[in-house]
């Protein structure tokens, strides 16, 4: 089973529409994100959702929705797509985890396979 | 300046050989440390963590220095299959959460 699954895995728009990207953990995480990385392979953080609670927005344009209908969803909807949106979008979740013998936490941060966005 | 920076190569190197990475960070109240490995067209997938102490991993050997901020990676004995871009990441709190800020990468080819 996918740890991290998104939909669709590539999408090809026209400007100006509007679309959804779907993100779905079954890891038990409560922690989930989305993260853009653009055509020089930046890899940039937009948002961040605890418990369906949106907790980081990293100053994104807000034609970006994100959506989170329980802790195991996390969908992002943009509108009016502009050329500059194209890149890649993953999805990601994690669970702040206690490696006890180094009293350090460690994490558990599982990425999806990406949706490579093109607006033509 | 970025927030995380690093070298982005590539790094062409024979096949056995050992290759080292560094990479910088600006924010000092960072708390933990990581290497993500990427393949082309894939997603970034944690390689190791970093601590203070240094960590070893096979062929892998992370160092982090927090007085200089500074993260390094120690491949020995390349493999053609390590070719990938290696990401420095660097985890911080900002505003109740947590988030990860990830450096441009290094790109690795390991030939024969």
């Known amino acids: 089973d996918t740890a991290v699954s998104q939909t669709p895995k590539y999408l090809v728009t026209q400007m100006g529409n509007d679309k959804s990207i779907k993100c779905e953990q079954n890891?038990?995480?409560?922690?989930m994100y989305w993260y853009k990385q653009d055509s020089k392979k930046f890899l940039k953080i937009m948002f961040s959702?605890?418990?369906?609670?949106?907790?980081i927005n990293e100053t994104v344009p807000n034609r970006f929705s994100p959506k989170s209908p329980d802790k195991a969803h996390l969908n992002l909807h943009i509108n009016s797509l502009e050329l500059g949106d194209s890149a890649v979008y993953f999805c990601?979740?994690?669970?702040?985890?206690?490696?006890?013998?180094?009293?350090?936490?460690?994490?558990?941060?599982?990425f999806g396979s990406g949706t490579r966005l093109t607006v033509v | 300046r970025k927030e995380v920076e690093q070298d982005p190569g590539p790094f062409n190197v024979p096949e056995g050989a050992t290759v080292a990475f560094n990479c910088t960070y600006s924010?000092?109240?960072?708390?933990?440390f990581f290497w993500y490995r990427q393949d082309c067209r894939k997603e970034p997938k944690l390689l190791m963590s970093?601590?203070?102490s240094g960590n070893e991993d096979g062929r892998f050997t992370a160092q982090l220095n927090r007085a200089s901020q500074y993260i390094s990676l120690l491949i020995r004995d390349s493999k053609l299959s390590d070719s990938a871009t290696y990401l420095c990441?660097?985890?911080?709190?900002?505003?109740?959460?947590?988030?990860?800020?990830f450096g441009t990468g290094t790109q690795l080819k390991v030939e024969l």
């Open positions: 970093v601590y203070s």
């Open positions: 990441v660097v985890k911080s709190e900002t505003g109740g959460g947590n988030k990860l800020t």
């Open positions: 990601a979740s994690s669970q702040d985890l206690t490696f006890g013998d180094r009293g350090t936490v460690r994490y558990g941060y599982t």
């Open positions: 959702y605890n418990n369906k609670e949106l907790i």
């Open positions: 924010n000092s109240a960072s708390q933990s």
């Open positions: 890891l038990g995480h409560d922690t």
